[in-house]
Nanobody, 126 residues
Framework: QVQLVESGGGLVQVGGSLRLSCVAS????????MAWFRQAPGKEREFEFQ??????????VYADSGKGRFTISRDIAKNTVFLQMNSLKPEDTAVYYC?????????????????WGQGRQVTVSS
């Protein structure tokens, strides 16, 4: 059973920075890509894509909302994916989830990811 455990996040003021981490574990863990999604307040049914990275590192994809502010990276040796978030805005307030998918396909579609973390709260105060 694959488990994804997130850490980081918390409360930050507008313009500040936070980093999220997600460690994958479990027997036979293998992934094609990992990604970050978020659920904003009042939109709990919607997983909004933020960023994804193929495990080979060959491809990264970002949502328009995070381009230039968010950076996704991974540490293969530690089975960890990171999301560095800079210049945070109040509208970035959400619960952030990491996810893993074991096959190719659209990296921005949440239904194509088969493993999910428990989520971490990020709150940006104005």
């Amino acid at each position: 059973q694959v488990q994804l455990v997130e850490s980081g996040g918390g409360l930050v003021q507008v313009g500040g920075s936070l980093r999220l981490s997600c460690v994958a574990s479990g027997y036979g863990f293998s992934t094609y890509a990992m990604a970050w999604f978020r659920q904003a307040p009042g939109k709990e049914r919607e997983f909004e894509f933020q960023a994804a990275i193929t495990w080979s590192g060959a491809n990264t994809v970002y949502a328009d909302s995070g381009k230039g502010r968010f950076t996704i990276s991974r540490d293969i040796a530690k089975n960890t994916v990171f999301l560095q978030m800079n210049s945070l805005k109040p509208e970035d307030t959400a619960v952030y989830y990491c996810a893993s998918k074991t096959w190719s396909g659209d990296l921005s579609k949440p239904h194509l990811y088969n493993y999910w973390g428990q989520g971490r709260q990020v709150t940006v105060s104005s």
